[in-house]
């Protein structure tokens, strides 16, 4: 547990209380705001659930408006003869994980309720309910009718959604259902996150003034209900630097916020440029 836990800036209790939703409704979807870390936590809970790091049980795919059922599930493709019937994504990582039974398989997907989850889904609205796994629930699907197709009961899924997404809508109700819904917050408070980017050598001042104008802001995001909300919050990975990095100085701080903060917020408050200044003067103050 605590190796999975590294670097993840969450209390072992919310880690836990998403393994165990994930064991008892098979279906888990992480929401948030950017840079929460909805990818990375993603990972770290199927090697968790798996009780070991084996990339080949994991399989991550990302949906979008042109995503469909023949890419998912199954579909006519074009070959070198003509057309052919060939399995979606999901259903040959469902076959994989039904001819492993005694280990558990992750699928994960990410921009969960960025596709037509409906058509995407098709006969697996029933098929991935937690009570209707195995292959006592199985059912033709729509191109192959005269050969049965089931979810495997060690294959669990995992999505992923951003709540400040303008142009999604509202996940299907009855997909709704399915689903356990956990939120990620930003991690600025936790103490794993303060520690994490003072062991990357960032100077005490520096920290402090992320984590105090951070919250600041993310404050202020949230009290703009009329607008904006809990759910736009920005997360803490803006500030956790990748391997290329460099130094976590005034000057690194400065870059994130003009680079990565600041189109953010344009985007939030747009057409509110009074609002931007501000909130970038106490940033950078």
């Not at 990818?39 to 408006?65: C, K, N, P, Y």
């Not at 697996?124 to 033709?140: C, H, I, Q, T």
């Not at 995992?158 to 689903?179: I, P």
Request: charged content about 25%.
């Amino acid at each position: 547990m605590e190796k999975a836990l590294e670097e993840l800036f969450m209390g072992q209790e919310q880690f836990t209380a998403i393994l165990d939703a994930l064991a008892r409704k098979k279906n888990v979807i992480l929401e948030g705001a950017p840079g929460v870390g909805k990818t990375f936590v993603a990972r770290r809970i199927a090697w968790a659930l798996m009780g070991e790091r084996d990339s080949s049980r994991v399989q991550m795919v990302q949906f979008h408006q042109s995503y469909a059922y023949e890419d998912f599930v199954q579909g006519w493709r074009p070959t070198e003869s003509g057309f052919g019937l060939q399995d979606g994504v999901f259903h040959r990582f469902c076959a994989k994980a039904a001819a492993d039974p005694t280990r558990d398989y992750v699928f994960i997907v990410d921009e969960i309720n960025r596709g037509n989850l409906s058509k995407i889904f098709g006969e697996l609205m029933m098929l991935m309910e937690a009570d209707k796994r195995g292959p006592d629930f199985a059912v033709p699907l729509a191109y192959s009718p005269d050969r049965s197709f089931h979810v495997p009961e060690n294959l669990y899924l995992l999505g992923m959604m951003n709540t400040a997404d303008r142009s999604l809508a509202m996940v299907d109700y009855a997909l709704r259902r399915r689903f356990s819904f956990i939120r990620l917050r930003p991690a600025f408070g936790e103490d794993q996150f303060a520690n994490h980017l003072a062991e990357l050598g960032a100077s005490d001042d520096l920290v402090r003034r992320i984590v105090e104008r951070m919250t600041e802001l993310n404050h202020a995001i949230a009290q703009d209900t009329r607008n904006l909300g809990p759910g736009y919050e920005i997360g803490h990975s803006f500030f956790v630097p990748g391997d290329s990095g460099g130094t976590l100085d005034d000057a690194w701080y400065e870059r994130v916020v003009r680079q990565e903060i600041e189109p953010l917020l344009n985007e939030y408050w747009f057409g509110r440029e009074d609002q931007v200044r501000e909130r970038l003067e106490r940033l950078l103050a």
